[in-house]
């Protein structure tokens, strides 16, 4: 029996050090649950998506791809914002289907290519051309609506409503409400209440997830003081407003909205009309010559394009000694402390603080003796592993015979380079050709499959 609650506004690791949510654990703890779908919705990127999808599926849970986008307050092209939170107001986005995914792949890759200013911000004139097959909400409460009513501007609150609603199909848009304890939760859920009775909207209960149980609250609080380069005992420092950001069952949900129970009921609705089907496993490996004296780039560009040529992504996770070092320097543990601690640890490339505490004597020793150690070896295996940054592949390049953002999400690096939102594993099932440097370098030619899944390489 499925429960009647589902989570549409979820943050993964993806969510680049402001989430602890491993994907496959909140998808085995949304199956644990009896919940029948599951939304992902990571700040400003689709990192996960694909990664997301195939382990949801693998749960028996039905994947909900979205993103939580950064919307600018006038138009994307301008940067005259003088702060992030001026810059980019929140926004919802789940796709219902394969127009909507595409739609949704369009604007996160619009985000990063066109609208930077402190975050990939899209604005309402491309949200309004690419809305088909995707429902919108109103977000948090840095949302645009929920900032307008927080600030006291009743107009201006009314007339964003009324943009979002004529952007989205006829029962599309919804007005989110959420409650962590906050007390601006409530002012806003309760002007959203009245205004969705105003407009003809429904309301729809997220808890905003951020780690996976209630007890991962610590390792996330630590996580943030990582990010911020704070301390964890800086007065100031930017936290969390409580343990509440975590999976919560279908019974606290209900327990907190018991006043609007049908909140929790257009979860449902949303999530049934939420249906992507991916085509995976296609694996595709067209033919391309190199003629001689061409560079990479430039041959490749010209002959498919300028957005049909980029680098693949790779995501660097924390290691074990990073880790420890992470956590002890915001515990306000000394550099000779911390040194001591991560020098314990042996050297090897796979090596994790689980296998540390086996392998070494030393370690395992003051783990069990030193009690401000133990909590930081165990608060470290909490965030160990987990992305913390993304880069670019130093060889491979994927190319396509049109624009690569029909299919794939894009961002930039520092220079400017195109760069994909996928790794190599999820381009590969999604069919896309993907080249090495060296292997381009050296060759004159790569033929067509013969079907058998491996490409052939002449003249290599």
């Known amino acids: 029996m499925h429960s009647n609650f589902v989570h549409l506004h ?9 989430a602890t949510c491993r994907i496959h654990e909140l998808a085995a703890r949304t199956a644990e649950l009896k919940m029948p779908s599951l939304a992902l919705s990571d700040h400003g990127n689709l990192f ?42 929140h926004f919802l986005l789940l796709a219902k289907n394969e127009t909507g995914y595409r739609n949704l792949v369009k604007l996160v890759s619009a985000a990063e290519l066109e609208g930077m200013h402190y975050k990939p911000r899209i604005d309402k004139e491309i949200l309004s051309r690419h809305a088909e097959g995707l429902i919108g909400t109103s977000a948090c409460l840095a949302g645009e609506i929920a900032r307008h009513i927080l600030a006291g501007r009743a107009t201006d609150a009314e007339k964003s409503i009324d943009d979002f609603k004529n952007i989205f199909a006829p029962g599309d848009f919804y007005l989110e409400i959420a409650d962590h304890g906050i007390p ?18 429904k309301l729809v209960a997220t808890n905003d997830v951020h780690y996976v149980r209630k007890e991962h609250a610590a390792a996330h609080d630590l996580l943030l003081c990582i990010q911020t380069g704070a301390k964890i005992s800086d007065e100031n420092r930017m936290k969390f407003h409580g343990p509440e950001f975590y999976l919560k069952t279908a019974e606290e949900m209900a327990a907190l909205f018991k006043d609007v129970p049908e909140a929790l009921a257009t979860t449902l609705e949303i999530a049934e009309k939420c249906n992507l089907q991916i085509e995976l496993g296609k694996n595709k490996f067209p033919a391309y010559a190199v003629p001689e004296g061409e560079t990479r780039e430039s041959y490749l560009r010209q002959k498919h394009g300028e957005r049909s040529v980029a680098q693949v992504i790779t995501f660097g996770t924390r290691g074990a000694k990073m880790a420890i070092r992470d956590v002890g320097r915001v515990m306000g543990l000394s ?15 796979k090596m994790t603080l689980e296998k540390a505490l086996k392998e070494s004597s030393d370690f395992k020793r003051v783990y069990d003796e030193e009690g ?16 913390r940054q993304a880069g670019a592949h130093a060889v491979r390049i994927v190319i396509s015979d049109h624009d690569l953002t029909d299919d794939v999400p ?11 939102q ?14 090495d440097f060296f292997r381009l370098n050296h060759a004159k030619l790569l033929t067509q499959s013969d079907g058998a899944g491996a490409d052939k390489r002449e003249s290599l």
């Open 335 to 349: 550099s000779d402390e911390v040194d001591r601690l991560a020098k314990m640890i042996p050297f090897d490339p």
């Open 422 to 435: 996928y790794t190599t594993e999820p381009l590969g099932e999604l069919g896309l050709l993907m080249l």
């Open 48 to 89: 996960g998506a694909i990664e997301f999808y195939k382990e949801c599926r693998k749960a028996g849970v039905k994947p909900i791809i979205g993103c939580e986008v950064y919307l600018a307050p006038g138009s994307r092209l301008d940067r005259e914002a003088r702060s992030s939170m001026e810059a980019s107001p």
């Open 10 to 18: 979820v943050h993964s690791e993806y969510s680049l050090l402001d």
């Open 372 to 387: 401000i150690t133990r909590f930081v070896i165990d608060s470290a295996m909490a965030l160990e592993g987990i992305v």
């Open 184 to 201: 601006e939760q409530r002012v806003v859920a309760a002007e959203l209440l009245r205004y969705g009775k105003q407009f003809g909207l």
């Open 410 to 420: 894009l961002t930039q690096d520092d220079q400017g380079a195109l760069v994909t």
